[in-house]
């Protein structure tokens, strides 16, 4: 485990914001079917649009949690804006990186919140501005970037 850094691992071992919330305003679900990994991403958001709750459900390994549970940190308390802002790269660096092997974690997590954050906007009608339909298995996703 010597390749993960110690906020990795301290993510890893106590994940933030776990569980599922009621009647969330928006639940994004993605996949990658090549590892295995599912993330499920829970908002809560205000009529101001500042999100205030989020909580997830990983099945995967370490790293995928470590995301999650830093994506999660990274979002709430922002605006929907600010969160759409949330990049991989600024969950990697958040966690001071990963390795290599790891990135599409990273991706996972962003994934499910443009997914959570798409079914909000789906539920009250709304457009968020460059905010693109989420992909179900990131995998395609990530073949069409290896070409």
Known sequence: ??????????????????????????????????????MRMYLDINSEGVIQDVKFK?????????????????????????????????????LDGLPPVKVHCSLLAEEAIHAALWDYAQKNNIEIEGLEEPVNDISEKEEEEEY
């Open 1 to 38: 485990m010597g390749m993960y850094s110690e906020k990795v691992m301290d993510h890893f071992s106590n994940p933030r914001n776990v569980g599922e919330i009621e009647n969330p305003s928006g639940v994004g679900t993605v996949g990658n079917a090549k590892c295995g990994d599912i």
């Open 58 to 94: 990983t099945f995967g390994c370490g790293a995928a949690v470590a995301t999650s549970s830093m994506a999660t940190e990274l979002v709430k308390g922002k605006t929907v804006r600010q969160a759409l802002e949330v990049t991989n790269q600024a969950v990697m660096e958040a």
